[in-house]
């Protein structure tokens, strides 16, 4: 499929750029979990529980019951994952069963956040390898988001398939990731948690400080949240161009020129490449070919030798619209 310049901003915009989707869906996963953790903190200091006071049999069974069961459906990867999260948890006292909870809150997160990075990144060779820029768009338009499923972390999960799995074109060290700021950001959120559950009266902001952990709060940086946003938009554009030069590869194309969405944070790299053109054979990526850069947001696109406009290849419905 050959595009033009601004055929090919449109569609990084929609996979990985500032419209996508994917990305609103993760803001909302995280603050679902962000209500989850202050919800039962609230919950333990509303009920005036004695942090050392044994904890009740039926709540701990009941518990156990629930995280055996998203164990065995879990994938090998987020088996480890919970062995390792829960490796220092025992289960005797009410503060114990709070951590236990706040565990589980996060660890689910993460587990969510890699069926949705599976799902995608799933689709996109179907969106590189359409004949025509209008069927790439239905393609797109027809993929299910998890969104149209539901925002919610366990909903995403009930729904999801056994094994989450990544694009071949994407890094399969973004699980690891994924793995392991979900520790860090746990371990951060679970101290804040003990603090604010034993001594209430000290602790007056921690639902701030929690907040600012998970999802930035009012700050820029979006806490994990953030971090998690950026990922989704690695994974969904290293698919998308990795996919790409397989096929120009695949089609014999020889040439291609770089191309930056020219965003208002495009880095000076990013920039200074915008326009240029280079032998697909010679393409390496983080050099000259994206991406460039974790949430790099460029594309690229094929030319011929004598112009890079060539209306019997592709569909130019799309430039008439605009006269």
């Known amino acids: 499929m050959k595009l033009t310049k601004n055929q090919a901003i449109r569609i990084a915009q929609k996979v990985y750029g500032k419209q996508d989707e994917r990305v609103k869906e993760i803001e909302h996963m995280y603050r679902d979990t962000q209500s989850k953790v202050i919800n039962d903190v609230d919950a333990f200091m509303g009920a005036n529980k004695s942090w050392t006071a044994k904890a009740s049999p039926d709540e701990i069974a009941n518990f156990l019951a629930n995280l055996k069961d998203t164990f065995y459906n879990a994938s090998a990867d987020d088996q480890n994952l919970i062995k390792i999260a829960y490796g220092s948890n025992e289960l005797r006292t009410n503060g114990d069963m709070l951590m236990a909870n706040i565990t ?93 559950a034993k001594s209430p009266k000290d602790s007056l902001n921690w639902k701030t400080t929690i907040s600012n952990i998970l999802t930035g709060g009012d700050k820029a940086t979006d806490g994990q949240m953030g971090r998690a946003a950026g990922l989704i938009r690695t994974a969904t554009a290293q698919a998308m161009n990795r996919t790409r030069l397989q096929d120009f590869h695949s089609r014999g194309v020889k040439k291609y020129k770089y191309i930056s969405l020219e965003a208002q944070n495009t880095c000076a790299d990013c920039d200074a490449l915008d326009g240029q053109i280079f032998n697909v054979e010679d393409a390496e990526e983080g050099v000259n070919f994206p ?12 030319i011929n030798d004598d112009d890079d406009w060539d209306n019997s290849d592709y569909d130019v419905t799309d430039e008439l619209d605009e006269l």
Do not use: W
């Not at 359409?130 to 009930?158: C, F, G, M, P």
């Not at 990544?166 to 399969?172: E, F």
């Not at 991406?291 to 690229?300: A, K």
């Open 104 to 196: 589980r809150d996060v660890v689910r997160q993460s587990m969510a956040q890699k069926i949705h990075l599976g799902v995608s990144t799933k689709n996109i060779p179907d969106v590189v390898n359409a004949s025509t820029y209008h069927q790439a768009t239905k393609v797109l338009r027809n993929n299910r988001h998890i969104s149209e499923q539901s925002k919610n972390v366990d909903a995403i999960i009930y729904k999801s398939v056994q094994n989450a799995t990544l694009d071949s074109h994407v890094d399969s060290d973004m699980f690891s990731s994924i793995n392991k700021q979900t520790m860090q950001t746990l371990r951060k959120v679970r101290d804040v948690a003990e603090m604010a």
């Open 291 to 302: 991406l460039m850069h974790p949430n790099c947001q460029c594309t690229v696109i094929e």
